[in-house]
């Protein structure tokens, strides 16, 4: 079982920056990691992803301001996964998911589509102010 747990969300202006963590409660390899949001009335939709060789992938949406990375401690090989927004507009508010996945197999990361992620942290808001 793979525990998740993310930090870093708060309340904005329009423009300003934002860095999510994503703390993974266990040492593990080979799982493609993801950030997903869902806005209020909306589906959770895929922002972006890194798969276990640090390949990224974003939504159209966010290409060129969210930016994914991810650091390994050396001595208890855990991980942890950020997502660095800048230049946030009032549309990026919404719940802000960590999550893993190792649908695919070999740390690969082929969609984010959040079905294929098994293991999710409880979210953190995100609100950008106009």
């Known amino acids: 079982q793979v525990h998740l747990v993310e930090s870093g969300g708060g309340s904005v202006q329009a423009g300003g920056s934002l860095r999510l963590a994503c703390a993974v409660s266990?040492?593990?390899?080979?799982?493609?990691l993801g950030w997903f949001r869902q806005a209020t009335g909306k589906e959770r939709e895929g922002v972006a992803r890194?798969?276990?060789?640090?390949?990224?992938?974003?939504?159209?949406s966010v290409k060129g301001r969210f930016f994914i990375s991810q650091d390994v401690e050396k001595t208890t090989e855990k991980t942890t996964v950020y997502l660095q927004m800048d230049t946030l507009e009032p549309a990026d508010t919404a719940i802000y998911y960590c999550?893993?996945?190792?649908?695919w197999g070999g740390g690969q990361c082929r969609s984010l589509m959040a079905e294929h992620f098994t293991y999710w942290g409880q979210g953190t808001q995100v609100t950008i102010s106009s």
């Open positions: 890194i798969d276990a060789y640090g390949k990224t992938s974003y939504a159209d």
């Open positions: 999550a893993a996945t190792n649908w």
């Open positions: 266990e040492r593990y390899h080979g799982y493609c």
